[in-house]
């Protein structure tokens, strides 16, 4: 009896059948409220259209080749990285350390910073306790320094940086090539040609720091370097046009024009140095 007492005693009590359609309905007609609420309906539709706008954009991107799912490198540059990182866990130690470096450059010219900054730090690690740097191609690691500092905004810091690079790598390849080896790699244009890097990041740097007498001998190497660039010429004698050398100046501008013969911006260049243009020069007569 007592448990039957003590059972009826927590029973929760229920409303009576008709207060409880009531209830109900009430409930109903607050939701079909909230449901007809204009402004709720507006704010529905454009979810929706946005979530269609969404899904639309995704699949032509995907279709395109914009948005790609694999893991397959699409560009040169990041190809050439991943073999590099893919020959690193192939190669006898002696070899790693050559492979790391490169590696590091193909991450910089990939433009992944953050994981190039990551495999400096663990390559000056390992390097910290044995000597792990060997100049094969150039020299990478003063190079590497440089663009971190340049990214840092340690504009001195990349500038000294990128000259010991420059410098150690042209020694590197004029000693090779007395050993009698067909070297072409410190002329070359893709991820390993430090030299060439270098110039090209120590001209700019001249140019923003106004170090004009450095930057007429930079030009002068990156010339020598590639003679069919027209731009050489012209930031050349623009150079040399701030140095007071106009006849320096005039002679660099008509063999940018032999590259650029309709180009009047060059023209305006020369008629300013009481030099008429000379269209259609020849190749002969740079």
């Known amino acids: 009896m007592t448990n039957q007492r003590e059972d009826k005693d927590l029973q929760i009590p229920t409303l009576p059948r008709a207060e409880r359609i009531h209830v109900g309905r009430?409930?109903?007609?607050?939701?079909?409220?909230?449901?007809?609420?204009?402004?709720?309906?507006?704010?529905?539709?454009?979810?929706?259209?946005?979530?269609?706008?969404?899904l639309l954009t995704a699949t032509v991107a995907l279709l395109n080749g914009t948005i790609d799912l694999s893991d397959t490198p699409k560009t040169l540059t990041a190809r050439r990285a991943l073999e590099l990182q893919q020959r690193m866990g192939q190669s006898d130690d002696d070899d790693i350390p050559?492979?790391?470096?490169?590696?590091?450059?193909?991450?910089?010219?990939?433009?992944?910073?953050?994981?190039?900054?990551?495999?400096?730090?663990?390559?000056r690690r390992a390097a910290a306790d044995t000597e792990t740097f060997v100049q094969d191609r150039g020299d990478y690691l003063s190079f590497l320094e440089a663009i971190f500092a340049r990214e840092d905004g340690k504009t001195d810091e990349a500038i000294r940086y990128f000259e010991t690079a420059r410098d150690k790598t042209w020694e590197l390849y004029q000693a090779k090539l007395e050993e009698g080896e067909d070297m072409n790699w410190a002329a070359s244009g893709g991820p390993d040609s430090v030299y060439e890097k270098s110039l090209a990041s120590l001209m700019n740097l001249y140019e923003q720091q106004g170090e004009d007498e450095k930057l007429l001998t930079t030009l002068d190497a990156y010339i020598e370097l590639a003679p069919n660039d027209a731009d050489g010429y012209v930031r050349r004698g623009d150079v040399k046009v701030k140095l007071k050398d106009s006849e320096g100046a005039v002679a660099d501008y008509k063999k940018a024009q032999a590259f650029l013969?309709?180009?009047t911006e060059l023209a305006d260049k020369l008629n300013k140095l009481g030099a008429a243009p000379t269209s259609g020069q020849s190749e002969e007569s740079k």
């Open 26 to 54: 009430k409930v109903v007609r607050e939701r079909k409220q909230r449901i007809n609420d204009p402004l709720l309906r507006v704010l529905w539709r454009v979810l929706a259209l946005l979530v269609v706008g969404s």
């Open 261 to 263: 013969p309709d180009d």
């Open 98 to 123: 050559s492979i790391w470096q490169q590696y590091i450059v193909a991450l910089v010219v990939d433009n992944q910073m953050r994981e190039a900054r990551a495999q400096m730090d663990k390559y």
